[in-house]
Nanobody
């Protein structure tokens, strides 16, 4: 069974930075066509969460809300996806879920890691 385990969340002041990690097990990252991150804002369900960034067929994508402030990359050797976020804003607050869309099979989700940005 494949699993995605996030880490790196926490409380940070506005303007600060965080680096999130998503360690995959049960599958290698090369088994996923897409790996990325959702942000589940306070009061939202996971189904309402917005995509923050993803890598699809090796190409990164960023939502307008984080473009210029975020960098996503993956380390196939470590089987881990990373999300670096800089100049954090209170609107970045939420639970960040890692996800992966394999070439075959359903989407995989992590349990999420809380990011809280104080003003």
């Amino acid at each position: 069974q494949d699993r995605l385990n996030e880490s790196g969340g926490g409380l940070v002041q506005a303007g600060g930075s965080l680096s999130l990690s998503c360690a995959a097990s049960g599958r290698t990252l090369s088994d996923y066509a897409t790996v990325g991150w959702f942000r589940q804002a306070p009061g939202e369900s996971r189904d309402e969460a917005d995509v923050v960034a993803h890598i699809t067929y090796g190409k990164p994508y960023y939502s307008d809300s984080v473009k210029g402030r975020a960098a996503i990359n993956k380390d196939n050797t470590a089987n881990t996806v990373y999300l670096q976020m800089n100049n954090l804003k209170p609107k970045d607050t939420g639970v960040y879920h890692c996800y992966g869309d394999p070439y075959t099979g359903p989407r995989s989700w992590g349990q999420g890691t809380q990011v809280t940005v104080s003003s």
